[in-house]
């Protein structure tokens, strides 16, 4: 499998995304951002398959994955890219995303700050 030059970018949903319950600090105008840069998106979250999927589906974004957050391994096996991020705001996300070979991002405002210049600097 050859790697692409894309970054994969997996979101939690509840405490991360502002949509969640409760509502976290990343925007979906920064999801559709990165969509836009072409990064492969998706959802890696404790909520059911169908969930994330019609979650998705509302807000009219191709995502390419949803998983269940302790088969976020399974992303990284199906994709291949330069990078793999995983934005989430527990210990649980940080967990999973280190065991899943994904760099973990605190969804909090001081780490936002810094990760996303990485992510979204021009």
């Known amino acids: 499998m050859a790697v692409s030059l894309v970054m994969l970018v997996s979101f939690d ?4 995304l502002e949509i ?7 925007s979906i105008a920064m999801v559709r951002q990165a969509k836009q840069r072409g990064y492969l998106i998706g959802s890696c979250s404790d909520r059911p398959i169908r969930y994330q999927q019609d979650m998705w589906q509302r807000l ?20 291949a ?5 995983h934005i989430g705001d527990t210990d649980v996300d940080d967990h999973y995303a280190t065991v ?7 969804a909090d405002a001081a780490a936002h ?10």
């Open 13 to 16: 949903i509840d405490g991360t």
């Open 20 to 26: 969640g319950e409760p509502p976290g600090i990343v």
């Open 60 to 79: 009219g974004i191709a995502a390419d994955f949803t998983v269940l957050k302790h088969r976020l391994a399974d992303i990284k096996a199906r994709f």
């Open 81 to 85: 890219a330069a990078a793999y991020y």
């Open 100 to 106: 899943a070979g994904f760099r973990f991002l605190k």
């Open 113 to 122: 700050r810094a990760w996303s210049v990485e992510l979204f600097a021009e």
